[in-house]
């Protein structure tokens, strides 16, 4: 018996410490996390708390957030008006309007600079200037994971890439860019969009639309 007590005891010391079988609480209007049997782990002090996927606690006080572990300990500091959750170990924050990207240990990998981000996508990520959170009305270019500008913030549209290129506005003109950020379809379609199964559709004006092949011929039926 004893040593069963012994094992079962090692299993649920192990499920809390992977943030497995906690339970959320509410205290005063406040947010903390109890294990299966009741025990406190997190104190409700917080206005919200979370869990995220990796075990660790998104909790927000005071109206900033950042993450904490299971012992209460602080991983990301509370300091954040806004923080997403995290794809491909990289999550957006946002603090005195501007945003940038943070890795798991609270590293910020880029300034807090940017008007607008968007989620990274097999290693890039698209930031922007002077836009609103749709992207609109600024100018967009990429970032890699380690914060560097690879593809230059000029461009009036980009979208994520689609098979190794991505459909990029400049000017009123559509076109493609490869992952260097070179303009391998000039940008001469009054729209375009992203490709799918080796075709993109694309217009221009006089011509009405049409699907060109990733070397920008016409695809003819």
Same mark, same amino acid.
């Given at each position: 018996?004893?040593?069963?007590?012994?094992?079962?005891?090692?299993?649920?010391?192990?499920?809390?410490?992977? !943030?497995? !079988?906690?339970?959320?609480?509410? %205290?005063?209007?406040?947010?903390?996390?109890?294990?299966?049997?009741?025990?406190?782990?997190?104190?409700?002090?917080?206005?919200?708390?979370?869990?995220?996927?990796?075990?660790?606690?998104?909790?927000? =006080?005071?109206?900033? +957030?950042?993450?904490?572990?299971?012992?209460?300990? /602080?991983?990301?500091?509370?300091?954040?008006?806004?923080?997403?959750? &995290?794809?491909?170990? $990289?999550?957006? +924050?946002?603090?005195?309007?501007?945003? !940038?990207? @943070?890795?798991?240990?609270?590293? %910020?990998?880029?300034?807090?600079?940017?008007? *607008?981000? &968007?989620?990274?996508?097999?290693? =890039?990520?698209?930031?922007?200037?002077? *836009?609103?959170?749709?992207?609109?009305?600024?100018? =967009?270019?990429?970032?890699?994971?380690?914060?560097?500008?690879?593809?230059?913030?000029?461009?009036?549209?980009?979208?994520?890439?689609? %098979?190794?290129?991505? *459909?990029?506005?400049?000017?009123?003109?559509?076109?493609?860019?490869?992952?260097?950020?070179?303009? +391998?379809?000039?940008?001469?379609?009054?729209?375009?969009?992203? $490709? /799918?199964?080796?075709?993109?559709?694309?217009? @221009?004006?006089?011509?009405? $639309?049409? $699907?060109?092949?990733?070397? !920008?011929?016409?695809?003819?039926?």
């Amino acid at each position: 018996m004893k040593n069963l007590l012994t094992a079962a005891s090692f299993i649920f010391i192990v499920q809390i410490s992977l !943030g497995q !079988g906690l339970i959320r609480y509410k %205290e005063n209007d406040k947010w903390g996390y109890k294990d299966s049997i009741g025990n406190i782990v997190i104190s409700a002090k917080y206005d919200r708390v979370a869990l995220d996927s990796s075990g660790m606690i998104y909790a927000k =006080l005071n109206g900033k +957030v950042g993450f904490i572990d299971t012992t209460e300990k /602080i991983i990301i500091p509370l300091k954040y008006d806004v923080i997403s959750i &995290f794809i491909e170990g $990289f999550a957006h +924050v946002k603090m005195n309007e501007k945003w !940038g990207f @943070m890795d798991r240990t609270g590293k %910020e990998i880029t300034p807090l600079k940017y008007d *607008c981000v &968007f989620r990274f996508s097999e290693g =890039l990520a698209i930031v922007g200037i002077g *836009c609103d959170h749709l992207g609109n009305n600024g100018k =967009l270019g990429f970032i890699d994971v380690t914060g560097e500008e690879i593809i230059p913030i000029k461009y009036d549209h980009i979208a994520m890439f689609s %098979e190794e290129l991505a *459909c990029v506005r400049l000017n009123e003109k559509w076109g493609f860019i490869d992952r260097t950020g070179e303009e +391998v379809i000039p940008l001469q379609y009054d729209f375009a969009h992203s $490709f /799918i199964d080796g075709k993109a559709l694309v217009q @221009m004006n006089e011509r009405g $639309f049409y $699907f060109i092949d990733k070397t !920008g011929k016409e695809i003819r039926k």
